[in-house]
């Protein structure tokens, strides 16, 4: 069998693992840290995903992944694999991906980052979710993560203990994101006064859902909906599919309608938004309309408003779903040490590797992971990324 010659993209991917830090002793490792990631992200991108499929895709595809590291002492058992997985420092390797992501050279500016958490809802035995914390048990955990749809990546992933700890764990993700530019979209649990000053500090804007964990700001902002007459701009837009029509209005108002009390606690506000959104399913004749509210740094139409506010789904349609249809992340029951929130990290280093691949039909990620598996040279032009 003749061999291709390596890509050098795929060389590049291979150095950029030797920054992640292998915490184990020298002179007992007997499969170097780079082998171990390079077999597992290549059996990702392929549908591999449960620890002793990765080894066997590794068995069969030997030769091939010889071509570009020694595999000195062949590949490595399945416990060993889910081993050094766990190992490894979660904050080191969300750094990594963060590098990687940003290495690509993807411009940012001008774009929506939509940042959102997502529960892994396996990780933890479900009885020890339901126990009281004091007498043992656990949450599950809980990753923050930032999407771009414009450019269909994960931008970077930060763990967190639990849900309630998303108001700290946001503003750190921000810290290690290049977000100059974009508009940053978060929902309600995100409206606050720091991780505001945070996005204009860092030179970008943001859309922050308001509820009730702002009840004062939101009962005001709602008083000024239903008081005014003639709106800043206002925008509608329609949509229709699976049996449902959508109709999503924006309205706008200048932030200094409120009282200068208020506003000024809120770096960068300068708008506040409502969205009537109105839904009519055809089969059972329901109809349904809620509204919901939002602060924006930015002053621009209600147009893009609109727009902006309605790609914030892109995080949970493109990147939560397909965690969990696709890559079966809400059965996962990888547990040991750090492994859940690492193996994380490659399913989403996965998905950008798949969605990015250069393949010119509309193919399915599904069906991009068996050509992986199936092709050496499909396989090879997913990781060139």
């Known amino acids: 069998m003749s061999r291709s010659k390596p890509s050098e993209q795929i060389k590049a991917l291979i150095a950029r693992f030797e920054g992640i830090t292998d915490i184990r002793i020298e002179r007992k490792k007997l499969y170097p840290l ?111 993560e930032a999407w771009c749809s414009e450019v269909n990546l994960c931008l970077g992933q930060y763990k967190t203990e639990d849900k309630s700890n998303e108001i700290t764990a946001i503003p750190a993700l921000l810290d290690l994101l290049e977000i100059a530019g974009s508009t940053i979209t978060i929902d309600a649990m995100g409206c606050q006064k720091e991780i505001a000053g945070k996005i204009i500090k860092k030179e970008a804007d943001y859309i922050l859902g308001l509820k009730d964990n702002q009840p004062t700001l939101h009962a005001a902002v709602q008083q000024l909906f239903a008081q005014q007459q003639d709106f800043e701009d206002s925008d509608v837009q329609e949509s229709f599919g699976h049996g449902r029509f959508d109709v999503r209005h924006c309205r706008t108002l200048s932030a200094a309608l409120l009282d200068e009390s208020i506003r000024t606690q809120w770096p960068g506000l300068n708008t506040i938004i409502e969205i009537e959104s109105e839904r009519f399913i055809q089969t059972s004749k329901q109809y349904s309309a809620e509204y919901r509210y939002y602060l924006g740094s930015s002053i621009q139409s209600a147009a893009l408003y609109n727009e902006q506010i309605r790609q914030h789904w892109g995080i949970e349609n493109q990147l939560h779903w397909t965690m969990d249809v696709t890559f079966g992340e809400d059965y996962s029951r990888k547990r040991k040490n750090n492994a859940a929130q690492n193996f994380g990290l490659f399913r989403r280093m996965a998905l950008n590797l798949l969605k990015t691949n250069g393949e010119k039909e509309k193919v399915s990620i599904n069906r991009r992971m068996n050509r992986c598996a199936l092709s050496d040279k499909y396989r090879e032009n997913t990781l060139k990324f």
Do not use: C, M
């Not at 591999?48 to 062949?74: A, C, H, M, T």
């Not at 939509?114 to 656990?138: A, F, M, W, Y």
């Open 34 to 144: 780079n082998e171990i990631l390079f077999l597992s992200i290549s059996a990702v991108i392929s549908g591999y995903s449960e620890w002793d499929e990765i080894v066997d895709f590794g068995e069969e595809k030997q030769e091939w992944l010889r071509q570009y590291l020694p595999y000195k002492n062949g590949i490595p058992s399945h416990d060993t694999v889910n081993r050094v997985l766990g190992l490894i420092d979660y904050r080191s390797f969300e750094t990594f991906f963060i590098d990687w992501v940003e290495s690509l050279s993807v411009s940012l500016g001008g774009k929506v980052i939509n940042i959102d958490g997502k529960k892994l809802r396996s990780s933890v035995d479900k009885q020890l979710q339901q126990t009281p914390h004091k007498e043992g048990g656990k949450s599950a955990i809980h990753l923050v």
